[in-house]
Nanobody, 112 residues
Framework: QVQLVESGGGFMQPGGSLRLSCAAS????????MAWYRQAPGKERELVAT???????SYADSVKGRFTIYRDNAKNMLYLQMNSLKPEDTAVYYC??????WGQGTQVTVSS
């Protein structure tokens, strides 16, 4: 069974940085693409960033220029570097392996 395990969430003040990690139990190239999603309280889950097997990157407009998605193929790891954090970035962040694999989520809270 495929497992995706996130880590790296926590509490940060506005303007700070966090790096989320996602460890996959399988070769990450077994997924068509990998992505980070987030879900804030009372809101629907939204796509934050995607990286395809070919290395194409895409970002939600709300995080462009602040967040970077990247991977370590040798370690089967996916990352999300989050800079210039804002209170509206507060959410549970999920790692996703296309099409069906999800992690359990990690909480990110941005507040002064």
């Amino acid at each position: 069974q495929v497992q995706l395990v996130e880590s790296g969430g926590g509490f940060m003040q506005p303007g700070g940085s966090l790096r989320l990690s996602c460890a996959a139990s399988v070769n990450i190239f077994s997924f068509n693409a990998m992505a980070w999603y987030r879900q804030a309280p009372g809101k629907e889950r939204e796509l934050v960033a995607t990286i395809t097997n070919g290395g194409r990157l895409s970002y939600a407009d709300s995080v462009k220029g602040r967040f970077t998605i990247y991977r370590d193929n040798a370690k089967n790891m996916l990352y999300l570097q989050m800079n210039s954090l804002k209170p509206e970035d507060t959410a549970v962040y999920y790692c996703h392996g296309s099409p069906y694999s999800w992690g359990q989520g990690t909480q990110v809270t941005v507040s002064s």
